[in-house]
């Protein structure tokens, strides 16, 4: 099993800037493909950045690509979602996400950290 707390979140004005942390615990955290998703009221789930095992490979969604920063330290088994330019329509849940590996699901979750973006 693998278990993930977030941390970070808070209330920001639009423009500004927060940084999320998750820690992991449970396995190898090395071993682990890791990503932060959201979810706003009434809207879908979103999977919005991801991070390969070694921190070599990152992806994000076209609404946070260049604004948001996903890293990792695999010393301190933990993942990072640095978000710039905060806009009010970047207000959500934030969850931080795990998968054992290619092929497999992002199938664990943290509790999430609400993040909300005043105008």
């Known amino acids: 099993q693998v278990q993930l707390v977030e941390s970070g979140g808070g209330l920001v004005q639009s423009g500004g800037s927060l940084r999320l942390t998750c820690a992991a615990s449970?396995?190898?955290?090395?071993?682990?493909?890791m990503g932060w998703s959201r979810q706003a009221p009434g809207k879908e789930h979103t999977f919005i950045a991801a991070?390969?095992?070694?921190?070599?490979?990152?992806d994000y969604a076209d609404s946070v690509k260049g604004r948001f920063t996903i890293s990792r330290d695999n010393a301190k088994n933990t993942v990072y979602l640095q978000m710039n330019s905060l806009k009010p329509e970047d207000t959500a849940v934030y969850y931080c996400r795990a998968r054992i590996g290619a092929g497999y699901g992002y199938d664990y979750w943290g509790q999430g950290t609400q993040v909300t973006v005043s105008s």
């Open positions: 991070i390969s095992q070694n921190g070599g490979s990152t």
């Open positions: 449970g396995r190898t955290f090395s071993s682990l493909d």
